[in-house]
């Protein structure tokens, strides 16, 4: 497997300086890949009617394409993917004209980990319908190919419509594309569509009958298994030599192509600790 990295999205803070120096001592310590985390908005738990989830306004998230093209400038090696990006929230033309300028900065060193998002608020403030979010997904990908790939053409789907029209410059391959969740609808999607998964569990036998279902939905759709990568992460937080060991090992054995250590929410307070917290992990399983 892959061994990467997830970016501290809100421990990191705004200094430039150190974000640079927490891409480049990833890449220096050999992380073959770093994710990052997508939200737009925090919700106020004191908003009308109160608000309950994982984070709020004061948990930062940085925005992933303008933080990637940053870390891309100062870094030659090391692989950028989102994990994820919730895309039906955005305009697919314009999400497609980021990727692809992406893409061309970093040398094709982006994949593009996708999802439907679950936080109303965002939709509600980027205007666009909750509802149909997966469907709208499944439309945006194909349309994403289209203007990665081709000149100007002609589209009309059900939520797009491109006429004579296409985006440049334009990446010199196509960007991969990787669906993360694991409801079947989204299996279904990420195994006929998608170049890999980003799994939200752990490697159990729940995991494993998310694979051999996506499997069975590649064999019948005419697919290659061999390609489809998977995408998992582990916590620095509670772990130790052995566990991770082992967790690695069970997602190995279920045929996990990446994994990547998040160090965040584990006491670390500055960037050389968030990297040697990751290095005491990459020690443990390579």
């Known amino acids: 497997m892959r061994v990467g990295i997830v970016f ?13 120096a927490y891409a480049q001592g990833a890449e220096a310590m050999g992380a ?3 994710l990052i ?10 908003r009308p009617g109160g608000w309950h989830g994982p984070y709020d306004k004061d948990v930062a998230f940085h925005e992933p394409f303008t933080t990637f093209a940053f870390m891309a400038a100062v870094t030659e090696t090391i692989e950028f993917t989102t994990a994820v990006l919730i895309l039906p929230q955005r305009q697919t033309a314009l999400v497609a004209k980021q990727a692809a ?3 061309i ?10 999802g439907t998002g679950w936080n109303t608020v965002e939709y509600e403030a980027l205007n666009v319908p909750f509802d149909a979010r997966g469907t709208r997904q499944a439309e945006q990908v194909e349309l994403m190919r289209k203007l990665w790939m081709s000149d100007a053409f002609t589209y009309e789907g059900r939520f797009h419509t491109v006429t004579q029209a296409s985006i440049l410059p334009r990446p ?18 990420c195994a006929r569509l ?9 490697p159990n036998e729940a995991s494993a009958e998310m694979i051999e279902f996506m499997k069975k939905e590649r064999e019948s759709a005419g697919l290659s298994w061999d390609s489809f990568g998977i995408q ?10 052995e566990r991770w060991r082992n967790h690695f090992e069970r997602w190995e054995a279920l045929g996990c192509t990446h994994i990547a250590i998040a160090t965040h929410n584990a006491g670390n307070t500055n960037i050389d600790e968030h990297l040697a917290s990751a290095q005491t992990y990459f020690d443990a399983v390579l």
């Open 8 to 20: 501290p999205h809100h421990e990191i803070g705004t200094d430039p300086g150190a974000i640079k």
């Open 32 to 34: 073959d890949h770093m």
């Open 37 to 46: 985390y997508d939200h737009v908005l925090g919700a106020d738990p004191n």
């Open 101 to 103: 300028q992406l893409a």
């Open 105 to 114: 900065l970093s040398n094709n060193r982006f994949r593009l980990g996708i």
């Open 172 to 189: 010199s391959q196509t960007i991969p594309i990787w669906f993360g969740g694991g409801v079947p609808a989204l299996l279904k999607r």
């Open 194 to 202: 998608g170049d890999g998964w980003i799994p939200i569990g752990t």
């Open 232 to 241: 998992a992460q582990v916590q620095f937080q509670g772990g130790d030599p």
